[in-house]
């Protein structure tokens, strides 16, 4: 279209005015579908997790339906109902324990292989503290056609 620049009869305050009219008309619609979409997609969510959530998961229902429903009787006296506190009562959980078996780790070397003791004492001095233990390695050797196991002996101290 081509503006005219002969006529002088156009009225633009009255063509401003009914755009303006049209922009806020469309813009309530906008407003409106939008509103009704994200309604809409936030129930699709809920369906499909009912419909292919595990076992486990129940099925809740959107926390602001209640808030929807009291605003369609906006005249009514529900509308001025306000809701003080809501308690929210956990499911009975059932937990599974599992349970475990311990390996049992490697068998011992065989008793009948010669067995060489190297006791590994600490650097330190040891002269005040309590012995508690020991921790026992055992390590198969090999020397030209004889097995044998060296046992390497670390004595174990606490302070008293």
């Known amino acids: 279209m081509y503006i005219n620049p002969t ?12 755009s303006l009219l049209v922009n806020i008309a469309t813009q309530k619609i906008n407003d409106g579908q939008a509103q009704q979409i994200n309604l809409l997609r936030l129930q ?16 809740k229902l959107n926390p602001y339906s209640n808030e929807q429903q009291i605003a369609l009787f906006e005249n009514d006296k529900l509308a ?18 599992v349970v475990r078996v ?36 055992e390590i198969l050797e090999y020397q030209q056609g004889e097995l044998y196991v060296k046992k390497y002996i670390r004595p174990e101290y606490i302070k008293p």
């Open 7 to 18: 006529a002088q009869n156009i009225d633009f305050k009255s063509l401003y005015e009914q």
């Open 80 to 97: 001025e109902v306000v809701v003080e506190s809501i308690k929210h009562v956990k499911a009975h959980e059932v937990k599974q324990t």
């Open 44 to 59: 699709i969510l809920e369906l499909q997790k009912f419909i292919f959530s595990g076992k486990q998961e129940k099925f």
């Open 102 to 137: 311990n390996h049992p780790g490697r068998n011992p070397l065989p008793a009948h292989l010669r067995r060489e003791e190297i006791i590994l004492t600490p650097a330190e001095d040891v002269t005040g503290l309590t012995p508690v233990g020991e921790e026992i390695t």
